[in-house]
């Protein structure tokens, strides 16, 4: 193992790429003098067929976690499970071999990953003579064209003989010297590349930390699915530890987890991230091994994370295909649920996994089923590619269904620090709106957008049912273009009656201007309905049998009850049960009769009450119901006491 100067550095993983026989694991063994090939099959065979670990010990006294990956291209799907992690490839290239087809995807794909650093490591140097190690350069040279690792500095080395490997150990420690981890967020994630049961200690989860650290005790969330489970234990490079930072190999001992049979391809997340996508928006390059374009709607296989999965792309540009290297904003439906927050990188192979095609970047996490035009809906993603801070938050929220996400669900979106967030959305672009315990945010776009939709609904109801006091809040709320909860859509309505004519009455909306005037053919059936009522007295018919006497069709019931609705609002019909309405004077008497004979007594039946009425018993009940609602009897047993005798 290497003796190195001190230096500074912080967490890192290293991380393997190449063809298959080009090296890697040999070359981690003479970096770290641990064994990656973990596997009886590996170790008989002379190839690695799944992920191996090591970690690289710096001067400072830190550990950089190594990742060697198999080179087969039969084992590409375990290679791209290790690679999402890397902060720093080793890319081997054989002298003897130089470079090989498995050279040029393990390269596309760290590009599309976005991995920055590395080391062009010419193994086997012994094989080869200066000339030969010269003309290996000029191949690098060429494959790296365009990725970016095009300026990573080669070096030749010979795990055998060691030559090189000093000069290789110096270069690590350079590059990591200073190195900045990937960005916390303060949101962990763990996407497992291993799952096992241990005797003595239940399920062990392994994989490369980001995001944000875990600590023991901590509780998380598995995603897909939501099942929650608890941290028994973390252990970083076989070592138990408190709590384990982002960018460490990470392994945590679980409890909770039994049920869940975790595997590679789900994520151990912060309990507090609770959503999976199935759908999302992003900016994709095809590379030039795709060899021809893909067509918008083509079936693909996703990498991202460790997952692994089917689904379609569509492409949202005026375009029907993307050209070999060219890019574009599309989205991405996948047949299974996986965990993607802002900022993810990905890989898409074909749907046979036999060629990588290309990859990028998620722009929005949730994607919503987008109609042509595309123009408004391109513009936000555009801004969400380039922009940072409130442009940034400002295009996610208008790409939201929900019309006011919370500032977790908004960090959680964009995968961005939480103090990052909350500086950004005091912004004057954004209103606050209250959602029930919490307090949301929405664009003056999508508040515009909704005052004009619920305007223009009530317009066309008041034109539509002009007899009709409105709509009621509920039929409003499932028509909106957003997404908003029952009990945040009050607050939302109060606030909007602030700003336009929407007025709120118990359960209903209209608006100011709008005013029921029972007029013509509507007027004429009131007066005739208030007639046939205070004839009843007592015993009023129903509006069915209203209609019937007034021999109007059965299809007019719906009118009966509009007009019966309007009078009730004027004060000129008192509503007891569905289509039943008594008279205001027959109301006023009753109410009178009753309050007088509970004067005298100390309660009634309802035997007593028909009697007093002269009514049958079924609207004696009626109206005791209707007493005890308004406030005027309490019910005790099968007696009515006056509420203020209810004591």
């Given at each position: 193992m290497l003796k190195l100067m001190a230096t500074s550095a912080t967490h890192a993983i290293i991380g393997t790429a190449g063809h298959i026989d080009h090296g890697k694991t040999a070359l981690i063994r003479a970096l770290t003098g641990q064994e990656t090939d973990r596997l009886k099959e590996e170790r008989e065979r002379g190839i690695s067929i799944d992920l191996g670990f090591a970690y690289f010990a710096l001067p400072d006294g830190n550990r950089a976690g190594v990742i060697d990956v198999p080179g087969h291209e039969r084992f590409i799907r375990n290679m791209l499970a290790g690679a999402h992690g890397i902060d720093l490839v080793l890319f081997t290239i054989a002298a003897d071999d130089g470079v090989m087809p498995q050279s040029e995807e393990h390269l596309d794909i760290l590009h599309l990953l976005g991995t920055r650093r590395g080391i062009f490591v010419i193994t086997k140097s012994d094989l080869a003579d200066a000339a030969r190690i010269r003309e290996v350069r000029d191949e690098i040279a060429l494959l790296a064209e365009g990725t970016l690792l095009e300026e990573a500095p080669v070096i030749a080395v010979s795990s055998l003989s060691g030559a090189g490997m000093s000069d290789l150990g110096k270069e690590i420690v350079r590059q990591l010297d200073g190195f900045e981890a990937r960005r916390a967020t303060g949101i962990f994630r763990l996407p497992i590349?291993?799952?096992?049961?241990?005797?003595?200690?239940?399920?062990?989860?392994?994989?490369?930390?980001?995001?944000?650290?875990?600590?023991?005790?901590?509780?998380?969330?598995?995603?897909?699915?939501?099942?929650?489970?608890?941290?028994?234990?973390?252990?970083?490079?076989?070592?138990?530890?408190?709590?384990?930072?982002?960018?460490?190999?990470?392994?945590?001992?679980?409890?909770?987890?039994?049920?869940?049979?975790?595997?590679?391809?789900?994520?151990?997340?912060?309990?507090?991230?609770?959503?999976?996508?199935?759908?999302?928006?992003?900016?994709?390059?095809?590379?030039?091994?795709?060899?021809?374009?893909?067509?918008?709607?083509?079936?693909?296989?996703?990498?991202?994370?460790?997952?692994?999965?089917?689904?379609?792309?569509?492409?949202l540009e005026d375009r029907v295909a993307i050209a070999p290297k060219e890019?574009?904003?599309?989205?991405?439906?996948?047949?299974?649920?996986?965990?993607?927050?802002?900022?993810?990188?990905?890989?898409?192979?074909?749907?046979?996994?036999?060629?990588?095609?290309?990859?990028?970047?998620?722009?929005?996490?949730?994607?919503?089923?987008?109609?042509?035009?595309?123009?408004?809906?391109?513009?936000?993603?555009?801004?969400?590619?380039?922009?940072?801070?409130?442009?940034?938050?400002?295009?996610?929220?208008?790409l939201q269904e929900s019309l006011a996400p919370v500032a977790l669900r908004i960090q959680q979106l964009l995968n961005a620090p939480q103090a990052t967030v909350a500086a950004a959305l005091k912004d004057s672009r954004f209103i606050r709106l209250s959602v029930g315990d919490e307090e949301g945010f929405t664009t003056h776009a999508k508040w515009e957008e909704l005052k004009r939709f619920v305007l223009a609904a009530l317009e066309e109801r008041h034109r539509a049912e002009p007899l009709s006091s409105g709509l009621e809040m509920e039929a409003m709320r499932t028509r909106l273009p957003y997404e908003i909860s029952a009990r945040a859509f009050r607050s939302v309505i109060d606030r909007m009656s602030r700003e336009t004519g929407v007025i709120r009455?118990?359960?209903?909306?209209?608006?100011?201007?709008?005013?029921?005037?029972?007029?013509?053919?509507?007027?004429?059936?009131?007066?005739?309905?208030?007639?046939?009522?205070?004839?009843?007295?007592?015993?009023?018919?129903?509006?069915?049998?209203?209609g019937i006497d007034l021999k109007l069709p059965a299809s007019a019931l719906g009118q009966l009850r509009t007009i019966a609705a309007a009078m009730e609002r004027e004060g000129r019909l008192v509503k007891i049960a569905t289509d039943l309405y008594f008279a205001k004077d027959a109301i006023e008497a009753a109410r009178q009769r009753l309050i007088d004979y509970l004067s005298a007594n100390a309660e009634i039946t309802a035997a007593d009450y028909r009697d007093l009425l002269g009514a049958s018993r079924k609207f004696a009940i009626a109206l005791l119901d209707y007493f005890d609602h308004s406030g005027v009897t309490i019910r005790v047993g099968d007696t009515r006491r006056l509420r203020a005798r209810a004591g």
């Open positions: 590349d291993r799952s096992f049961v241990m005797k003595g200690y239940g399920v062990v989860v392994t994989g490369t930390a980001i995001g944000a650290g875990v600590r023991t005790g901590q509780k998380l969330r598995a995603l897909p699915g939501g099942g929650e489970v608890r941290v028994r234990g973390v252990q970083v490079h076989s070592e138990p530890v408190e709590s384990a930072e982002r960018c460490q190999r990470v392994a945590l001992n679980l409890s909770g987890a039994d049920r869940l049979e975790l595997g590679r391809g789900f994520v151990l997340a912060d309990d507090r991230l609770d959503f999976t996508t199935s759908r999302f928006d992003a900016w994709l390059e095809l590379r030039p091994a795709a060899k021809r374009p893909l067509k918008s709607q083509s079936p693909i296989r996703l990498f991202i994370g460790t997952a692994e999965t089917l689904g379609r792309v569509t492409i890019s574009a904003l599309v989205q991405i439906v996948t047949n299974d649920p996986i965990c993607a927050l802002g900022g993810d990188r990905f890989v898409i192979r074909d749907a046979t996994n036999m060629r990588t095609l290309g990859g990028g970047r998620v722009l929005n996490p949730l994607g919503r089923r987008v109609r042509r035009p595309l123009a408004a809906y391109r513009s936000h993603l555009a801004v969400l590619r380039d922009g940072d801070g409130p442009d940034a938050i400002e295009a996610l929220l208008n009455e118990d359960s209903a909306l209209r608006l100011r201007t709008h005013q029921v005037q029972l007029g013509g053919d509507a007027a004429r059936t009131s007066a005739a309905i208030e007639r046939a009522l205070a004839k009843a007295e007592f015993q009023p018919p129903d509006l069915k049998q209203i």
